[in-house]
């Protein structure tokens, strides 16, 4: 069984920083990519990050980049969102998603972001 798990959601007022936690746990192979997205009320989902094991890259979405950081340490299936500089149009579920690069990819259930002007 895979489980994937967001923590650090919350309210901020714009111009603050929140930071999002991702832990993934069960039967995992070693190169896998663990994924951001968010999606807002009445919104599409939208991609915000990712990151992926052994190649280490990370991909950022266009309105996210230079204030949102993703980052995991080394060897490890916990990834890290750091969200700088937030605005309100940043409000939304955010989720988490391993992608196990083989077809097969798990979500989490998202933690809330909300962002006041």
């Known amino acids: 069984q895979v489980q994937v798990a967001e923590s650090g959601g919350g309210s901020v007022q714009a111009g603050r920083s929140l930071s999002l936690t991702c832990e993934v746990s069960?039967?995992?192979?070693?190169?896998?990519?663990i994924a951001w997205f968010r999606q807002a009320p009445g919104k599409e989902r939208e991609f915000v990050a990712d990151h992926t094991s052994v190649t280490e890259a990370t991909n950022y979405g266009d309105s996210v980049k230079g204030r949102f950081t993703i980052s995991r340490a080394s060897g490890k299936n916990t990834v890290n969102l750091r969200m700088n500089n937030l605005r309100p149009e940043d409000s939304a579920n955010y989720y988490c998603m391993l992608d196990l690069l083989n077809g097969m990819a798990h979500w989490g259930r998202g933690t809330l972001v909300t962002v006041s002007p």
């Open positions: 069960g039967r995992i192979f070693t190169k896998n990519r």
